[in-house]
């Protein structure tokens, strides 16, 4: 038992030192390539623009997580074994804050060494748009003079809207 008890310890610190001097001891998300044995992740070429485009589409342009994992498909984002990237994936890539430049595990954060792909900002609409506490704006109608003309007594911008 105490054979068993030390080694899970001496795991546990191996694994958060490792953590504490910014490197991801784990395998690296899609967007990043590994390198192995205690190496920081680089960012792959390739697939970062994408991940990227994943969350500039979801957090500016009010994709749905389906209408995303159809559109990033068509751009070319595959998972690490070639296949496209389904719902509950595309939901991990959008909650992971690795793409920010933070390590979480077990509710713990630790700051990265790596390259970050995205802005903290950034990541953290994407958090509001996902539980709720923001709305992605869509625009449906692009009109000409949209919030260009303000009200003269109150000083707001008029919006445009359609009617029947």
């Not at 990227?52 to 074994?81: D, H, P, W």
């Amino acid at each position: 038992k105490f054979y068993s008890r030390n080694l899970s310890e001496e795991a546990k610190k191996g694994l958060y030192g490792r953590l504490d001097a910014g490197v991801y001891p784990f395998q690296a998300p899609i967007g990043y390539i590994d390198h192995g044995g205690g190496k920081l992740k680089t960012v792959d070429p390739i697939k970062s623009p994408l991940i990227k485009k994943a969350f500039e589409l979801y957090t500016q342009r009010g994709y749905s997580i389906r209408e995303l994992v159809k559109k990033m498909y068509v751009l070319g984002l595959r998972n690490t074994r070639g296949n496209k990237v389904q719902k509950n994936g595309m939901l991990r890539i959008l909650k992971n804050p690795f793409y920010a430049g933070i390590m979480q595990i077990c509710d713990k954060h630790f700051e990265g060494k790596h390259e970050s792909i995205i802005t903290m900002k950034m990541w953290k609409r994407a958090q509001d748009i996902m539980k709720g506490k923001a709305k992605a704006k869509v625009q449906i109608h692009a009109y000409t003079f949209r919030r260009l003309i303000r009200c003269k007594p109150c000083n707001f911008r008029l919006n445009c809207e359609r009617q029947k």
